[in-house]
């Protein structure tokens, strides 16, 4: 399936663009040489616009998609991407975290990507994390545009509270009858640790294959996650990747892909 982001429906221009790149291009969630089977269970665990949900669809067209975005405005993107594309998939507009219930999100209508529980943003750093990629881009050249740079960021990075619904990962399991997630991908903004915590041991060896973001960032309440969460999927039989991060600069933020090997 050739999917032309320009053509899907999200929130912006240069989010659409980027999320493309990161998961068609890259393949940041499905390394080379890895694949799905056929009919394959995928949870979508931060799901944004859709395009995951997309690539697993043009991947693996049998496939059923379980897919999650708690802020409304992009649970709507989400709707109209995968049913224009015909993409086999059971929508939730909420989050998964260790607790079902109801909690504020922090929505950046700027960068819908960064939008996280209000607990777990971190707004100036996440402003500050994009302005070093845009400057450390070789073809950019900034002079006075520096302060345009950092209005434009403000403006992008507005905080817009709105409330949202959770879900524990295992009570979705059990209510639909999932009898197995051959991957679980999960980018959430630093609440991984809380989407993992919401897997109950009798649902742990449905899932088969993981591809994480995980946020070990200095200086910060996630400081040390990165070597805590490898050794908790190593103890429960995952095979974990050498962590990677991407990034034009320093993040904090590293991509894991982890497999059953029992």
């Known amino acids: 399936m050739d999917i032309d982001p320009s053509r899907l429906d999200g929130i912006n221009a240069h989010e659409t663009a980027y999320l493309y790149e990161e998961i068609f291009v890259r393949r940041s969630y499905l390394p080379d040489g890895v694949t799905l089977p056929d009919d394959a269970v995928v949870f979508d665990v931060g ?16 496939a059923t998609v379980y897919a999650f975005e708690p802020v409304p ?10 049913r224009a594309h015909g993409v086999t998939a059971k929508l939730f507009s909420c989050a998964l975290s260790d607790t079902a219930g109801e909690v504020e999100f922090t929505y950046y209508p700027g960068y819908s990507t960064m ?39 403000e403006y992008q990075f507005r905080e817009v509270p709105v409330r949202c619904a959770t879900r524990r990962l295992s009570d ?52 040390g996650r990165l070597p805590l969460l490898i050794g908790e999927l190593a103890a429960r039989g995952f095979a974990v990747g050498d962590p990677r991060d991407d990034g034009l600069v320093a993040s904090g933020r590293y991509s894991l892909f982890a497999v059953r090997t029992d």
């Open 172 to 223: 979705v399991i059990a209510d639909h009858g999932v009898r197995r997630v051959d991957m679980l991908k999960v980018d959430v903004q630093r609440a991984e640790a809380d989407v993992l915590r919401g897997i109950d041991e009798e649902h742990w060896p449905l899932i088969r294959r993981i591809a994480l973001e995980v946020h070990d960032e200095p200086g910060t309440a996630t400081e």
């Open 115 to 153: 939008s996280a529980t209000a607990s777990h943003a971190a707004t100036e750093t996440d402003r500050d994390f994009i302005k070093r990629q845009v400057l450390a881009e070789p073809r950019r050249e900034f002079g006075d545009e520096l302060d345009v740079l950092d209005e434009m960021l």
């Open 47 to 62: 799901a944004n616009i859709g395009m995951y949900s997309l690539f697993v669809h043009a991947v693996c067209p049998t």
């Open 73 to 82: 405005v992009v649970f709507e993107k989400l709707r109209r991407n995968t």
